[in-house]
């Protein structure tokens, strides 16, 4: 009998999740707004620090609403990193702006600063300054925001702060998703906390986060009858998955710690093998550790490639995934600008995503181990 399949990262849902859908059902707030909607968004707000959050219906819809409130239009240039999800950038494609792709530097594997002053001066010179930095914090290790939120200030430009992977991560205790102008949060099946799909707004602004909700529920204005002066968006999120949301939400310190847990589990597994190295958690900085990712060095592992890891945890049911390919590489945006070198590229070829879901049994570990041994003793 072929054993089950395990995940790279699957929902993890409790009881509290489902006696608060059964609220909703009961108080038939059955729509994209009610008491749930409320309280999920004051609740994420007192998780992350962030003043003010709008709930929506993805964390792509919160990216284009974000840039849509910084004034992206048309032929102008938004700053972004290259190494992500492709959530992260086609909301520049959707409002016909040019996404000007930035490398990663080796520390975070995130946004290099250096690369990213470089695009500063060089748009600045062709009279094209930026409207927005989109930096990413990739599976929940902070970027360097202090170094770039210092580039933003100097040049006058906002951040976008993509905190899809990182809800429960900090640096020097500040929670991810608060340090950006805007910050958003992903809340699709596969991330730490889920709505089954699910995004959400955040900002110290009010103003910002108004104009989301107003935005997002289509742009009515106020009156009686229906009328609109902008166009609109239908990006709320529902009552009910506020519901599950707000489950998910009360359960996030122990998410935190199991997937912690995963990445200490694999960190020792891997320190009997020479060539696998994990992704760095420097000082101050605290990662929520959504995924475990190793990157592997074929000179120092006797030729065993990423590939060739994936492949043989693929034939015994085992999900792993390469790390996102970076934007600049992906045939759909090969007319972007980018800058910096090809730390990402690298990234890419060597990095591989392991199952760690909070839910990750000591079962599938043992799993996830047995296979790992068999293709890296092969090759001693
Ligand atoms: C998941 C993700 C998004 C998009 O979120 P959705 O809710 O799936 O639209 C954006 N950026 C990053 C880095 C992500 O991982």
Redesign the pocket.
């Known amino acids: 009998m072929r054993s089950s399949r395990i995940w790279l990262s699957p929902p993890d849902l409790g009881s509290a999740e489902e006696a608060l859908v059964h609220d909703a059902f009961r108080s038939n707030w059955i729509a994209p707004l009610g008491p749930h909607v409320d309280a999920f968004e004051a609740e994420l707000s007192a998780v992350t620090g962030a003043a003010h959050t709008a709930v929506l219906s993805?964390?792509?819809?919160a990216?284009h609403l974000a840039l849509i409130i910084l004034g992206v239009e048309r032929g102008d240039w938004v700053l972004c990193q290259s190494l992500?999800?492709s959530?992260?950038a086609n909301p520049i494609a959707y409002l016909g702006a040019t996404p000007v792709f930035i490398d990663s530097e080796t520390d975070t594997w995130n946004m290099d600063p250096d690369a990213l002053r470089e695009a500063v001066r060089h748009a600045l010179k062709q009279n094209k300054k930026p409207k927005a930095i989109i930096p990413?914090h990739?599976y929940g290790m902070p970027a360097r925001m202090t170094e770039i939120l210092a580039i933003a200030r100097e040049f006058e430009i906002p951040v976008v702060e993509?905190a899809?992977?990182a809800l429960g991560s900090s640096i020097d205790g500040q929670p991810c998703g608060s340090m950006g102008d805007i910050g958003?949060l992903?809340?699709?099946g596969n991330?730490i906390i889920t709505t089954s799909?699910?995004?959400a707004l955040l900002s110290n602004r009010v103003d910002w986060v108004e104009e989301a909700r107003f935005l997002g529920s289509q742009a009515r204005d106020p009156g009686p009858h229906y009328q609109h002066s902008h166009i609109g968006y239908n990006y709320r999120l529902s009552n009910i998955l506020a519901a599950i949301g707000r489950g998910q939400l009360q359960t996030l310190s122990t998410r935190v710690a199991a997937r912690r847990a995963n990445f200490n589990r694999y960190r020792a597994f891997f320190s009997d093998y020479e060539g696998i190295s994990t992704q760095p958690e420097g000082p101050a900085v605290r990662s929520n550790r959504w995924l475990t990712t190793i990157l592997v060095d074929s000179e120092k592992t006797g030729g065993v490639t990423r590939e060739t890891i994936r492949l043989a945890l693929a034939a015994d049911n085992i999900d792993a995934r390469p790390l996102w390919k970076p934007m600049h590489e992906q045939p759909v945006f090969a007319s972007a600008p980018s800058f910096g070198g090809d730390v990402s590229a690298r990234l890419f070829q060597q990095g591989l995503c392991l199952p760690s879901g909070s839910n990750l049994s000591d079962e599938e570990f043992s799993r996830v181990s047995a296979t790992l041994n068999r293709v890296l003793d092969a090759s001693r």
């Open positions: 993805s964390g792509t819809a990216i992500t999800f959530g992260t990413v990739l993509d899809a992977e958003i992903s809340f699709n991330k799909g699910g995004g």
